[in-house]
């Protein structure tokens, strides 16, 4: 079993910041990749930021600049910084892990539950 907790959302205006964090636990053997996705009402997921295990990062148009991802001092956490927001950032923020198992000869997708952030203008 792996789990993916997030914590950090919140209600904050615009030009402010807060920061995401994500811990996977569980039975994990590797992780190749952590990101961040959000959803906004009415749309579809999309992908915000993504750190693989090699250290390679890849931003969304839309926030590259302003947010930044880190991994912990663990392997098996990550954060997203997000400065400069807007109205538009306000979504349900879900941390994504590319995870392989002990018990699994492949790697598999693993989601947090979501936390929201609002961004007020």
């Known amino acids: 079993q792996v789990q993916l907790v997030e914590s950090g959302g919140g209600l904050v205006q615009a030009g402010g910041s807060l920061r995401l964090s994500c811990v996977a636990s569980g039975s994990i053997l590797s992780i190749n990749h952590m990101g961040w996705y959000r959803q906004a009402p009415g749309k579809q997921r999309e992908m915000v930021a993504r750190?693989?295990?090699?250290?390679?990062?890849s931003y969304a148009d839309s926030v590259s600049g302003r947010f930044t991802i880190s991994r912990g001092n663990v392997e098996n956490m990550v954060y997203l910084q997000m400065n400069s927001l807007k109205p538009e950032d306000t979504a349900v923020y879900y941390c994504?892990?590319?995870?392989?198992?002990?018990?699994?000869?492949?790697?598999?997708?693993?989601w947090g539950q979501g936390t929201q952030v609002t961004v007020s203008s």
């Open positions: 750190i693989r295990r090699v250290g390679t990062i």
């Open positions: 994504n892990a590319n995870i392989r198992r002990y018990s699994s000869s492949m790697a598999d997708d693993y």
